[in-house]
């Protein structure tokens, strides 16, 4: 496509998803189809760099389960901290999207870039033939724009740079987790293991799941990829951020009309970078929380296994699930 | 229309609060006793040199107390954040406008005051002012021209800032009400009802402390909510203690800001004296500037 067109298409596109309407495509998730034996998986780097060795352990993994492994051109390719100039990182990304071959395309890692991107997209092919996108963290920016554009589910799972080097010595939680992506693009369910929280709110919801990183959520208010939560379960995590900026991004989240009329909130892993002497924020993180859902009454749970962490499990954003969570049990589980 | 609210005189009263985070009473000394020099009588809050022991100078309740207390108060003219931190989006959807816009007053400071700033600005159209607080006081030289430029401002003298030509400027003329503050508040505020609209409008930016990409990432926050389409002119200010990931980022925050701009034509200004460092000139958000940025001469006037 020269681009002349490509900026055509743009155009068309950002008319279609115009900013701050506040709603999102109606009509049932669309769901790519699930994976088989022999189909191929792409493996592109919208985001940050990442070296060709570095991919290999899950190049092999996926292998093992029976895919084909195509590699794009991004991986290995540096800018400063990009896995390439965003010219290349669109091309890379726009060629996957487009390539009738591929079933799924997984980003190697996160890191920071997507956002630079997203717009030079053309989801039209895509539109026509959908396939999983398998990401999380920046790819947050995918999976939001996705649901909210397109209404296409995607994976939010561990990358590339999480397979461990050497499966035979890796711990149980690791092998699960990685496992959890394969069972979702078979289109398995995925059994999560869910220790009750005592600040969990109790309560069963239905509906469909959005969320990501919280950071890269607040970065999306205001444009054509901003989530769009109203009667959904919402599910966030973030690593490295301080109390203070964590309650920010959650005042965010309510002022921004992302909390209410939720049917549900999932709490995933949030790293906290310790206060700074004399700082003491005076407040945990379930404390910001449940700080911010004063009169909603829907369930919350925390410590859901999702997050820059060991025990992140795969979820498909976009799909229909139920959460049930009670004192001494909590599930969730997806409706098919 | 534009609501300006009263210049202060001789004997006015400047209230001092503390709205977000916490500030010792000896760290404020100096900004009271340089206000009274300047003839005006100085009303501190409870939240100022509180007895609290976290991050915050009170609890929501507290600090929202104080400052409705302050901006309702018939005798106080203006009410000066003595510092930023954390806080106002905790309490800015709970203050009480009604008695503030009939007798509108100087609602003056910066950093996270920015969430109030332009709050204010874009629901009650009443200009506020984005300036120095209690801590520049403490700078050795009490004459230096960023406090001189929040006395002037108080004052009601109009400014007229000549500022360094740089590099990266782009020439042009832009007049229009002026906006702006800190980025990483302008972009929390996104979506939320303190957002701005800046169709027409100046907007100047500054920020202390971020990564690179994350400027880059609020810019293309900015850029992806349409806040650049229609823009009078853009004002960069200081982006100072920037900080980079191990992997470093490749360009500086001057360089990441004049990519973000380059597809529009709107005339851009670096380098200007609005800062967490020294240089801070006092800006009225709200009220009409022109802005001219020439190859030699770059101007800024009311």
Same mark, same amino acid.
């Given at each position: 496509?020269? +681009?002349?067109?490509?900026?055509?298409?743009?155009?068309?596109?950002?008319?279609?998803?115009?900013?701050?309407?506040?709603?999102?495509?109606?009509?049932?998730?669309?769901?790519?189809? !699930?994976?088989?034996?022999?189909?191929?998986?792409?493996?592109?780097?919208?985001?940050?760099?990442?070296?060709?060795?570095?991919?290999?352990?899950?190049?092999?993994?996926?292998?093992?389960?029976?895919?084909?492994?195509?590699?794009?051109?991004?991986?290995?390719?540096?800018?400063?901290?990009?896995?390439?100039?965003?010219?290349?990182?669109?091309?890379?990304?726009?060629?996957?999207? @487009?390539?009738?071959?591929?079933?799924?395309?997984?980003?190697?890692?996160?890191?920071?870039?997507?956002?630079?991107?997203?717009? +030079?997209?053309?989801?039209?092919?895509?539109?026509?033939?959908?396939?999983?996108?398998?990401?999380?963290?920046?790819?947050?920016?995918?999976?939001?724009?996705?649901?909210?554009?397109?209404?296409?589910?995607?994976?939010?799972?561990?990358?590339?740079?999480?397979?461990?080097?050497?499966?035979?010595?890796?711990?149980?939680?690791?092998?699960?987790?990685?496992?959890?992506?394969?069972?979702?693009?078979?289109?398995?369910?995925?059994?999560?293991?869910?220790?009750?929280?005592?600040?969990?709110?109790?309560?069963?919801?239905?509906?469909?799941?959005?969320?990501?990183?919280?950071?890269?959520?607040?970065?999306?208010?205001?444009?054509?990829? @901003?989530?769009?939560?109203?009667?959904?379960?919402?599910?966030?995590?973030?690593?490295?951020?301080?109390?203070?900026?964590?309650?920010?991004?959650?005042?965010?989240?309510?002022?921004?009309?992302?909390?209410?009329?939720?049917?549900?909130?999932?709490?995933?892993?949030?790293?906290?970078?310790?206060?700074?002497?004399?700082?003491?924020?005076?407040?945990?993180?379930?404390?910001?929380?449940?700080?911010?859902?004063?009169? !909603?009454?829907?369930?919350?749970?925390?410590?859901?296994?999702?997050?820059?962490?060991?025990?992140?499990?795969?979820?498909?954003?976009?799909?229909?699930?139920?959460?049930?969570?009670?004192?001494?049990?909590?599930?969730?589980?997806?409706?098919? | 229309?534009?609501?300006?609210?009263?210049?202060?005189?001789?004997?006015?009263?400047?209230?001092?609060?503390?709205?977000?985070?916490?500030?010792?009473?000896?760290?404020?000394?100096?900004?009271?006793?340089?206000?009274?020099?300047?003839?005006?009588?100085?009303?501190?809050?409870?939240?100022?040199?509180?007895?609290?022991?976290?991050?915050?100078?009170?609890?929501?309740?507290?600090?929202?107390?104080?400052?409705?207390?302050?901006?309702?108060? @018939?005798?106080? +003219?203006?009410?000066?954040?003595?510092?930023?931190?954390?806080?106002?989006?905790?309490?800015?959807?709970?203050? *009480?406008?009604?008695?503030?816009?009939?007798?509108?007053?100087?609602?003056?400071?910066?950093?996270?005051?920015?969430?109030?700033?332009?709050?204010?600005?874009?629901?009650?159209?009443?200009?506020?002012?984005?300036?120095?607080?209690?801590?520049?006081?403490?700078?050795? @030289?009490?004459?230096?021209?960023?406090?001189?430029?929040? +006395?002037?401002?108080?004052?009601?003298?109009?400014?007229?800032?000549?500022?360094?030509?740089?590099?990266?400027?782009?020439?042009?003329?832009?007049?229009?009400?002026?906006?702006?503050?800190?980025?990483?508040?302008?972009?929390?505020?996104?979506?939320?009802?303190?957002?701005?609209?800046?169709?027409?409008?100046?907007?100047?930016?500054?920020?202390?402390?971020?990564?690179?990409?994350?400027?880059?990432?609020?810019?293309?926050?900015? %850029?992806?909510?349409?806040?650049?389409?229609?823009?009078?002119?853009?004002?960069?200010?200081?982006?100072?203690?920037?900080?980079?990931?191990?992997?470093?980022?490749?360009?500086?925050?001057?360089?990441?800001?004049?990519?973000?701009?380059? *597809?529009?034509?709107?005339?851009?200004?670096?380098?200007?004296?609005?800062?967490?460092?020294?240089?801070?000139?006092?800006? %009225?958000?709200?009220?009409? !500037?022109?802005?001219?940025?020439?190859?030699?001469?770059?101007?800024?006037?009311?």
């Amino acid at each position: 496509m020269n +681009r002349k067109n490509f900026l055509s298409s743009i155009v068309g596109l950002s008319a279609f998803t115009s900013v701050k309407t506040n709603e999102e495509v109606p009509g049932i998730p669309i769901i790519p189809r !699930y994976l088989k034996t022999g189909d191929t998986i792409g493996i592109t780097s919208p985001a940050g760099h990442i070296k060709v060795e570095d991919i290999e352990p899950s190049v092999e993994q996926m292998k093992s389960w029976g895919f084909r492994i195509k590699i794009g051109n991004t991986i290995g390719k540096r800018n400063f901290a990009f896995g390439g100039t965003d010219d290349e990182r669109v091309k890379d990304m726009q060629m996957m999207l @487009d390539d009738p071959s591929l079933s799924a395309i997984m980003c190697a890692r996160g890191g920071y870039g997507v956002i630079r991107i997203i717009d +030079r997209l053309d989801f039209r092919k895509f539109q026509m033939k959908p396939k999983w996108i398998i990401g999380f963290s920046d790819v947050t920016v995918l999976h939001s724009h996705l649901n909210k554009n397109l209404g296409i589910a995607s994976i939010h799972s561990k990358m590339c740079n999480s397979f461990p080097d050497d499966w035979s010595i890796a711990d149980e939680m690791q092998k699960q987790t990685i496992y959890s992506i394969r069972d979702l693009l078979a289109g398995v369910p995925v059994k999560y293991p869910l220790i009750p929280s005592p600040y969990n709110k109790t309560g069963v919801a239905e509906g469909v799941l959005v969320g990501g990183n919280l950071k890269t959520i607040e970065s999306l208010s205001g444009t054509a990829s @901003d989530l769009y939560t109203k009667g959904k379960i919402l599910f966030v995590e973030d690593t490295g951020e301080y109390l203070y900026s964590i309650d920010r991004m959650f005042w965010n989240l309510r002022r921004t009309g992302k909390l209410i009329g939720l049917k549900g909130l999932i709490v995933g892993g949030f790293k906290v970078k310790p206060d700074d002497p004399g700082e003491e924020f005076g407040m945990n993180l379930q404390t910001i929380v449940l700080d911010k859902l004063k009169n !909603y009454k829907y369930p919350v749970c925390f410590d859901f296994p999702v997050g820059h962490q060991k025990n992140n499990f795969a979820l498909k954003c976009g799909a229909r699930y139920r959460m049930k969570i009670a004192p001494q049990s909590c599930t969730f589980e997806e409706i098919i | 229309m534009i609501t300006t609210p009263q210049y202060l005189k001789p004997g006015d009263t400047i209230g001092l609060v503390c709205p977000a985070g916490y500030m010792a009473i000896d760290k404020v000394q100096a900004c009271i006793s340089t206000l009274q020099q300047w003839g005006y009588q100085v009303k501190t809050g409870n939240t100022v040199g509180s007895a609290s022991e976290n991050y915050f100078s009170g609890t929501d309740d507290e600090r929202l107390a104080d400052l409705q207390q302050m901006m309702d108060d @018939d005798d106080v +003219r203006a009410v000066l954040c003595a510092r930023g931190g954390y806080g106002l989006t905790r309490i800015v959807d709970r203050i *009480e406008f009604k008695k503030f816009r009939e007798q509108p007053k100087w609602i003056i400071g910066f950093s996270d005051v920015t969430v109030l700033l332009s709050h204010i600005y874009s629901n009650y159209d009443i200009s506020t002012l984005h300036a120095p607080m209690a801590g520049a006081f403490n700078d050795p @030289d009490k004459e230096n021209k960023f406090l001189l430029s929040l +006395r002037k401002a108080i004052e009601g003298r109009r400014t007229s800032y000549h500022v360094d030509p740089h590099l990266f400027n782009r020439k042009g003329e832009a007049v229009g009400e002026l906006i702006g503050g800190n980025l990483a508040l302008l972009a929390h505020c996104i979506g939320t009802d303190s957002d701005v609209k800046t169709k027409g409008k100046i907007l100047f930016i500054e920020d202390v402390g971020e990564f690179l990409y994350n400027i880059d990432r609020m810019m293309y926050q900015l %850029k992806r909510a349409d806040k650049f389409k229609k823009l009078a002119g853009l004002i960069v200010g200081g982006f100072t203690d920037s900080k980079d990931t191990d992997r470093p980022f490749g360009q500086s925050a001057e360089e990441i800001i004049r990519d973000a701009v380059s *597809e529009y034509d709107f005339p851009v200004c670096f380098g200007f004296p609005v800062s967490h460092g020294r240089e801070n000139l006092a800006l %009225k958000i709200g009220v009409g !500037y022109k802005l001219k940025v020439g190859k030699n001469k770059v101007v800024l006037s009311e």
